[in-house]
């Protein structure tokens, strides 16, 4: 699975939106990307994910560019709750299979 | 409904000491992951189970951890001789098996097993 950089920490103001990028410059055709976040002391939690075409849900946007080589999570207005590390993944798409997290981005919401 | 549940949510222990952590799975989930997440870090992917298939354990650290899973259901991790280096939070997940056209399914974590080796 390709790997991913993210940078290690980004602030962002309550009702702000928050977007984090990650980088994927080695991601092949038939990987996705997916989006997980732990609050602090809690289990990661799914986002989202996408192949090439952008996505949303009721959490947040996924944009991924054309040559699909990054992605921006985008959560359009982040509350003190959103304070969590964000870990982006690059997988192959399968029924099942294990998440390689890398370090995260850790996302401080500020009042 | 019921999500990822691990026991205990605390153990303490002395080097040395096995410990056995449990997991269970929300219902009909067939896939089931064990993770290890040191202070500060990431998770580390430990070992998986889908089915009846051969689990894939190639995340085990050394031959002192060892996991089963009954059927579908219950999974227990368990490490031998504890060392240091052992402490850190375990999670596991669960997920549904997808369509056979290879959908996603997103894995669901427990709260996780904080381990102490003293």
């Known amino acids: 699975d390709a790997k991913t950089t993210q940078p290690p920490s980004m602030d962002c103001a309550e009702g702000r939106a928050a977007n984090l990028p990650c980088n994927h410059s080695?991601?092949?055709?038939?990987?996705?990307v997916y989006w997980y976040r732990q609050i602090h002391s809690q289990g990661p939690q799914y986002i989202i994910h996408?192949?090439?075409n952008n996505e949303t849900n009721e959490m947040a946007s996924l944009i991924i560019t054309e040559d699909r080589k990054s992605s921006t999570l985008i959560l359009p207005h982040a509350t003190l709750r959103d304070t969590a590390v964000y870990y982006c993944?690059?997988?192959?798409?399968?029924?099942?299979?294990?998440?390689?997290f890398g370090q995260g981005t850790t996302l401080q919401v500020k009042p | 409904g019921a999500g990822v549940s691990q026991s205990p949510s605390n153990k303490v222990t002395e080097k040395g000491k096995d410990v056995e952590l449990r997991c269970d799975p929300i219902?009909?989930?067939?896939?089931l992951y064990w993770y290890r997440q040191r202070l500060g870090q990431g998770l580390e992917f430990l070992i998986y189970?889908?089915?009846?298939?051969?689990?894939?354990k190639s995340g085990l650290p050394s031959d002192r951890f060892s996991a089963e899973r009954t059927g579908e259901s219950v999974s227990t991790l368990t490490i031998q001789r504890t060392q240091q280096e052992d402490s850190a939070v375990y999670l596991c997940?669960?997920?549904?098996?997808?369509?056979?056209?290879?959908?996603?399914?997103?894995?669901?974590f427990g709260p996780g097993t904080r381990l102490t080796v003293l």
């Open positions: 993944i690059v997988r192959k798409n399968s029924n099942t299979g294990k998440l390689i």
């Open positions: 996408g192949l090439k």
């Open positions: 080695t991601i092949s055709g038939n990987e996705y």
């Open positions: 997940a669960s997920s549904a098996r997808g369509l056979a056209g290879g959908s996603y399914n997103e894995q669901f």
């Open positions: 219902s009909g989930h067939t896939a």
């Open positions: 189970f889908q089915g009846n298939s051969a689990p894939d």
